[in-house]
């Protein structure tokens, strides 16, 4: 039992991390990708334009922080002996999901996609990122439920 809750308080600090990469991230992109600018607002965007999409990016980016910091949360404290509601994972499958989606649309993209803006290196490091991710979660999901059965089993 104990080493369900110790891998699972991990998996709640990864998932954390994971959002402040993601945050970081994003925010590295907009900075130093002229790219990802291209990409965004085109040759000439008018400031206006440029302001609002970077207002709609943080919000999404905030929400997904804090998306992923309930679940870390809710992770550690489950790990600690708290008991935590079920939403938490289900929430961290939805994350699961999506990254498992985000890693195959990052390599069928990079494959398949000529004017795709990331490197053959990019494409790599986002590749272990995105996958690194989803194992942690997977971890997660697993600890939390066997943890849970285990809990289940010592009251009765």
Request: aromatic share 16%.
């Given at each position: 039992m104990r080493?369900?809750?110790h891998t699972l308080h991990i998996c709640g600090m990864m998932v954390i991390i994971f959002g402040l990469w993601s945050v970081a991230k994003t925010v590295l992109c907009l900075v130093f990708s002229d790219q990802v600018r291209e990409v965004l607002f085109g040759e000439y965007p008018d400031l206006i334009q440029r302001v609002i999409l970077y207002i709609i990016m943080a919000v999404f980016v905030g929400i997904d922080f804090l998306i992923r910091?309930?679940?870390?949360?809710?992770?550690?404290?489950?790990?600690?002996?708290?008991?935590?509601?079920?939403?938490?994972?289900?929430v961290a499958f939805i994350i699961f999901v999506l990254s498992v989606i985000s890693f195959c649309t990052v390599v069928y993209s990079s494959i398949y996609d000529e004017s795709y803006y990331l490197s053959k290196l990019d494409v790599v490091i986002s590749g272990v990122v995105e996958l690194t991710c989803a194992y942690n979660l997977f971890e997660l999901l697993y600890n939390s439920i066997r943890l849970r059965r285990l809990?289940?089993?010592?009251?009765?």
């Open positions: 080493k369900y809750q910091l309930y679940v870390g949360m809710s992770a550690m404290a489950e790990a600690g002996g708290r008991k935590k509601r079920f939403f938490y994972i289900i809990r289940k089993k010592m009251e009765e």
